[in-house]
């Protein structure tokens, strides 16, 4: 079983940035799609962004694209999530999860929906707050 752990949240100030990080204790990410997902409080579970096995391709919610940037490195068993100009309804806990590939693993990404990942972090807490 893949183990996830997300880093990185914290108290921010409005327009202020971070980078939330994901890596696996168990295996390697190499051979997993990895998304984001967030829930804010008294809030559903929200897909934020995607990116491939290999890195190549990505995908985000319209809601994020200027300000949200996923990335990986896989030689650092690494994936992270960079946010800008956070806002107070930024403000919620940060997932990541991993999916099997299904596809081409260039640029296979499943839907966000829960059950198409097998595998999540504990998440980290992101505050926005002045």
């Known amino acids: 079983q893949l183990q996830l752990v997300e880093s990185g949240g914290g108290l921010v100030q409005p327009g202020g940035s971070l980078r939330l990080s994901c890596t696996a204790t168990?295996?390697?990410?190499?051979?997993?799609?990895i998304s984001w997902f967030r829930q804010a409080p008294g809030k559903e579970r929200e897909g934020i962004s995607c990116i491939s096995a290999s890195g190549r391709d990505t995908y985000s919610a319209d809601s994020v694209k200027r300000r949200f940037t996923i990335s990986r490195d896989n030689n650092k068993n690494m994936a992270y999530l960079n946010i800008n100009d956070l806002k107070p309804e930024n403000s919620a806990v940060y997932y990541c999860?991993?999916?099997?590939?299904?596809?081409?693993?260039?640029?296979?990404?499943?839907?966000?929906?829960?059950?198409?990942?097998?595998?999540w972090g504990q998440g980290t807490k992101v505050t926005v707050s002045s």
């Open positions: 168990t295996q390697t990410l190499h051979w997993y799609s």
């Open positions: 999860a991993a999916a099997t590939v299904d596809g081409d693993p260039m640029r296979y990404c499943p839907a966000f929906v829960g059950a198409n990942y097998a595998s």
